[in-house]
């Protein structure tokens, strides 16, 4: 009999090329995802070695973070991103590498369009020069972010140096109580282990309460495993999976989709497999999660008070979460509920698919957001613009008093001009509430779309569950 | 790249747990396409203030900063983004290594690939290593990599762990690159017991 494996060792396994002793692996990368931030460099790299890009048909590449969200039959004002996203125009155009560029009806969050386009499969290796590629664990890939050189090795190569992670399960149980969703799962999650609890490991998310998710919904919880510490997280792939990759358009078609399934029935982890770290959340005891802090880990469920630093165990922890106070402006003690804000970001790889402007527009269907804030609403990607806007969502966020933009990151990384001024307070989908993320002297409350899109009509931070 | 193998060093110390990688080098600037200046702009939104003048309290504006080679960081440094252009910022400073009681995943490989050493002690070394430098900010730290071992002035010598393939590509100068093409055969053995699974074309 063969030893039980996890999901990731099964994967893990199938792309090992080859393992000399005292050498990481060298393993194999199905896709390779390319944007224009990470990837000039390795561009260049291939250009100074005179190398090629060895595998075009398993690299695509797209422009998100730098590219402006406004009326796209404008020039790009800033003239060092228009320099940056014309030189991956070059740069695919010399090395054969397909391109969704703005307009093709394709464009989008390199997280978004790898599903949406069924890409993003069950049993690949998949890598992006990006954090966030973690996302794409939600379709029971293995899949990470990595850095420029990296980068420019799978282009070389389409091969990868790995030492081998650890395991580590994370087990939802339970019904999602009224108004909790994937958001608040995985905010709780890192609250819980710490944002770099998962260092070193790849998360798999299971239980009950991940199999009752949608595709969507899974990708919210995938995305933010790098908040956590881990590089990877993965959900098994089921009847949910196989229902949302049948007829995309990049999906196995035919007999080739038949044998497709079948291998990916195989996958999940199988009985009395053993991972290196366990944990567990009681989803049915959660609250809408939201953060305080200057990391992800520093959430809170909703209705609690800023926490007072002399409260915590250990000093390096207490000076940490005093300067992100400091930053953030927030007393301990007093209550989140009801503090003021002037943005709300609905948007990022973390909550900008359709299902996220849903929650958000039920929400704001029939209402106005407070005439005191500014609210982005950003899709993920065209194809989810279209989709909204055939569902009169865009209607529904416009009646409301909400801005409706072209799709990109955006306000997640405010490197396209959508940016907060100094001191303003956002809620926001999104993943990140670092210092200046959302541009330099913001303060950002990462929440659900539900929280964003409540906190938006009361123009302060809002328990969702007072408006269902 | 150039092959390292013992060096010594001043010491600046952020003992700040969880410094990530957006504070390392704002997203604002990775608008460029190769990787020249970062140098100038690395821990910018603490460095200057929002004039674009040196703050005087922030240690990497400190005299004592100047021709550091060694950043004494809190615990869990460099999470957050993937972005290389943090490694490379640190480097285009004069860093040569970080030492910390833990690392973020994907700086760490980044920095291994540069040659920017994270080099990672136990509590008790990173306490000492901290008093040190407060007391005196002109202290030298010596790293030697052929024997994995970290001396500090008046204290122990400290060995630390890296694994044998970065290793001997850091002290040989190799790049990584150069050992994956070597597998060429490998390469195509497998894409032939492995079809396409993914077209983008
Ligand atoms: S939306 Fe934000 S987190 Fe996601 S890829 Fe873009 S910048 Fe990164």
């Not at chain 2, 002690?121 to 008093?131: N, P």
Request: proline content about 6%.
């Amino acid at each position: 009999m063969t030893k039980a494996r996890t999901l990731f060792e099964k994967i893990w396994g199938d792309h090992i090329v080859t393992h000399e002793p005292n050498c990481p692996a060298v393993l194999y990368i199905d896709l390779h995802l390319v944007h224009e931030v990470t990837s000039p460099q390795a561009f260049q790299g291939l250009r100074d070695r005179g190398a090629k890009v060895f595998r075009p048909g398993r690299t695509l590449a797209t422009v998100d973070h730098s590219i402006p969200t406004t009326d796209r039959s404008l020039p790009i004002i800033d003239p060092i991103a228009a320099r940056q996203v014309d030189q991956l125009r070059i740069n695919c155009r010399d090395f054969g590498v397909p391109l969704y560029d703005l307009g093709s009806g394709h464009q989008g969050i390199v997280h978004v369009i790898g599903p949406e386009l069924g890409l993003t499969q069950p049993g690949i290796t998949l890598v992006c020069g990006d954090s966030h590629t973690s996302t794409h664990g939600a379709f029971g890939t293995l899949a990470f972010g990595i850095g420029t050189t990296e980068v420019e090795h799978v282009l070389a190569t389409q091969c990868l140096l790995q030492h081998k992670p650890k395991t580590y399960e994370a087990r939802f149980e339970g019904a999602l109580p009224k108004g909790i969703v994937a958001k608040d799962l995985i905010l709780a999650l890192i609250a819980k282990i710490g944002i770099g609890g998962g260092t070193g490991h790849v998360l798999e998310y299971r239980g009950s309460a991940i199999g009752s998710l949608a595709m969507e919904a899974r990708m919210t919880i995938c995305n933010m495993s790098i908040e956590g510490g881990a590089r990877a997280g993965m959900i098994a792939p089921d009847d949910t999976t196989i229902e949302y990759l049948a007829g995309r358009p990049r999906a196995p078609q035919g007999a080739d989709w038949e044998r497709a399934v079948a291998r990916w029935r195989r996958l999940p982890t199988d009985e009395g497999a053993a991972y290196d770290r366990r944990v567990s959340v009681d989803v049915s005891q959660l609250e809408p999660m939201i953060t305080y802090g200057t990391n992800p880990g520093m959430g809170v469920p909703i209705t609690q008070a800023v926490p007072e630093p002399s409260s915590l165990p250990d000093a390096n922890q207490s000076a940490a979460l005093r300067k992100a106070l400091a930053y953030m402006q927030l007393e301990p003690g007093r209550p989140l509920l009801g503090h003021p804000i002037d943005v709300v970001f609905i948007g990022s790889c973390t909550n900008s698919r359709l299902s996220d402007l849903r929650l958000a527009a039920s929400l704001m269907k029939g209402r106005k957001v407070s005439p005191k804030v500014r609210v982005l609403v950003v899709p993920g990607s065209e194809e989810v613009k279209r989709q909204a806007e055939a569902e009169n969502l865009r209607e529904v966020f416009e009646a409301a008093g909400a801005e409706w933009r072209e799709a990109g990151c955006s306000m997640c990384i405010a490197m396209n001009g959508d940016q907060l001024e100094p001191g303003q307070y956002c809620v926001s989908t999104s993943n990140r509430n670092f210092e200046g993320r959302q541009g330099k002297g913001g303060r950002t409350f990462l929440a659900s779309p539900l929280t964003a899109a409540a906190s938006a009509i009361h123009g302060a931070i809002t328990d969702v569950r007072t408006m269902l | 790249m150039e092959p390292i193998t013992a060096f010594s060093g001043r010491m600046v110390a952020l003992p700040m747990r969880d410094i990530d990688t957006d504070q390392i080098i704002p997203a604002r600037f990775l608008k460029t396409i190769d990787k020249e200046g970062l140098g100038e702009d690395l821990f910018h939104d603490w460095r200057y203030d929002s004039q674009g003048r040196p703050k005087p309290d922030f240690i990497l504006n400190q005299p004592s900063a100047e021709g550091a080679a060694i950043l004494l960081a809190g615990d869990n440094f460099g999470c957050g983004s993937s972005r290389e252009h943090a490694p490379w910022a640190l480097m285009a400073f004069g860093f040569r290594a970080v030492v910390s009681t833990s690392f973020g995943d994907i700086f760490r490989n980044n920095s291994l690939k540069n040659g920017l050493l994270p080099i990672i002690v136990d509590e008790t070394t990173h306490s000492k290593m901290l008093a040190l430098v407060e007391k005196d900010g002109s202290a030298e730290a010596k790293v030697d990599l052929p024997e994995q071992l970290l001396r500090i002035p008046g204290g122990p010598e400290v060995s630390f762990s890296i694994d044998a393939f970065s290793k001997k590509c850091l002290t040989a100068g190799l790049d990584q690159l150069g050992y994956i093409r070597r597998q060429e055969a490998a390469i195509a053995a497998y894409e032939q017991t492995h079809p396409a699974n993914i077209h983008t074309l």
